[in-house]
């Protein structure tokens, strides 16, 4: 298993009690994807149909107002 499938599975076991069967299935759905700094992970208006778990770095959710200042939400 990779270690990044590991790291998972410690996080997902801490909330929740998972048979192998059950997380087998779930883990198969996992993929790694590398982001460029700077870049995007969700765009405005864009439908989300993942989830992300961010391993390494710094993630900034933000919104603009009606002036176009940049108002930040959280960063993970």
Same mark, same amino acid.
């Given at each position: 298993? %990779?270690?990044?499938k590991s790291l998972l599975k410690e996080h997902f076991l $801490? @909330?929740?009690s998972l048979k192998d069967?059950?997380?087998? #299935?779930i883990s198969k759905h996992f993929? %790694?994807?590398k #982001? $460029?700094? $700077?870049? !995007? +992970? +969700? @765009?405005k208006d864009e439908v989300v149909?993942?989830? !992300?778990?961010i391993k390494s770095g710094l993630v900034k959710l !933000?919104?603009?107002d009606l002036n176009g200042n940049e108002n930040i939400i959280s960063f993970a």
């Open positions: 298993m %990779s270690l990044l $801490k @909330n929740i069967e059950q997380w087998n #299935f993929h %790694s994807k #982001f $460029k700094k $700077k870049e !995007y +992970i +969700i @765009n149909t993942e989830i !992300y778990f !933000y919104v603009d």
